[in-house]
Structure formats: C-alpha cells, structure tokens
C-alpha cells in the first residue's frame, strides 16, 4: 500500500529540540535535512535557544545535518547554519523537490538514509515524502524549546490533511 503524501512516517507531538535521536539511528537514518522557520527557530529568531543548541550539538555529533529552508534570506540561514556548523539551502521552493534533489545528490547516501525534518505538513512532510526519505513532522517551538500553544498553521494543515484524505493526521 502505497503512503499518503501529507502523512509523516514519524509525527511524535515534540519540537526539535525534545526531539530523541535513538529512534531515527535505529532506523538507519545518517542524514537529517532540517527546516528552519518555526522548526529550529521560532517566528523570525536568528539565535538559536539553547535546548535547541544542545540538541543540534548532539545530533551533529552522530548525524549530517543540512538545513533546508523556504526563506529567501541568505544572511538569516547562514547565520542559522554558522551557529551549528552546518551547510544550508535557501530559497528551497519547498515542497518543489529540486533544490533537495540537488542537496540528495551531493551526499553518497540512500535516500532511506535521510530524514527531512519539519513543521509544516504542506511543505516539509510534502517535499520529504515525494522523495520518498523519512519525514517528521515536529511542533513549532517557543524561544525556550516547548511547544508553541498556538501553531495555528500546523493545526490548519492538519485538518486540511485530513480533508484530503490523510487518515492518522
């Protein structure tokens, strides 16, 4: 049975930065391509909080991490990246798969390898599925780390999800 294209493989209720690693290791996954807006960072944030300066920390150290982001901001998402030492994309068109295609194909793992982490159902989850890699949908976090209360954004594509027919939204 083939999956619906707006269900994550893994929507766990957390944000990233309560995010456990071990499950997606345990799966094989060597690579997380991570959003930024509303997934590493709240609202328009450039320092990351340090939950997620921990959690990032931790990931890098078993995982590849690229960011991969929709804002057109070059200086914002490489201010992001420079923070954790990572590579990024902007402008990535998402849920448009080239721009990930082009990062997939520079690295030498299997796309059951990679995870793309996100918010947002109709970009991130999207995007994730049509290139058939390991999505998560994680909750927007609060400048400290927990979860938004009001992400009105993931609670309107979830209902829209469903709508369309994704059962387990």
Known sequence: MQRHWLIPDWDPGLTLAHLPLEPLIGRGIRVLLLDVDRTLLPG????????????????????????????????RIQAVADQLNVTYTCSAAKPRRGAIRRVINKLPNASSEIAMVGDRVFTDVLAGNRLGLYTVLVRPPRSD?????????????????????????
């Open 44 to 75: 328009r944030d450039v320092e990351l909080s340090a939950p997620m300066r921990r959690w990032a920390k931790d990931a890098s150290r078993l995982l590849h991490i690229h960011l991969v982001s929709n804002n057109p901001s070059r200086q």
């Open 145 to 169: 780390g927990t979860p938004c209360r009001h992400d009105r954004v993931q609670r309107l594509e979830r209902h829209l999800a469903r709508f369309f027919g994704a059962v387990g939204q």
